[in-house]
């Protein structure tokens, strides 16, 4: 992710995306999404990559996509 020039780059506009993956208020903390997350992270946290490997495991359905054009 930080080593390779591909990564890198894609690393500089992550931070300007349209969507990404965020947690409502039905997350318990179960941390299971951490577990199954291959970078140990939960979504809406700075080194989450949104690869959405989470979304499936999570039981309470608390992860959700989250647009920038969406209003809460």
């Keep these: ?3 390779c020039p591909t990564g890198g780059v894609l ?18 903390d ?3 999404c ?10 809406s946290k700075d080194n989450c990559v949104n690869c959405g490997d989470c ?3 999570c039981k309470p359905d ?5 647009s920038v054009y969406r209003k809460k």
């Excluded at 992550?14 to 318990?28: A, G, V």
């Design 55 to 57: 979304v499936n495991i």
């Design 34 to 43: 951490k577990k199954q997350c291959s970078y140990e992270t939960k979504p």
């Design 11 to 28: 690393e500089l506009f992550r931070k300007m995306s349209f969507f990404r993956y965020d947690i409502n208020e039905s997350c318990n």
């Design 1 to 3: 992710r930080f080593f």
């Design 62 to 66: 608390a992860i959700f996509i989250k």
């Design 30 to 32: 179960c941390d299971i």
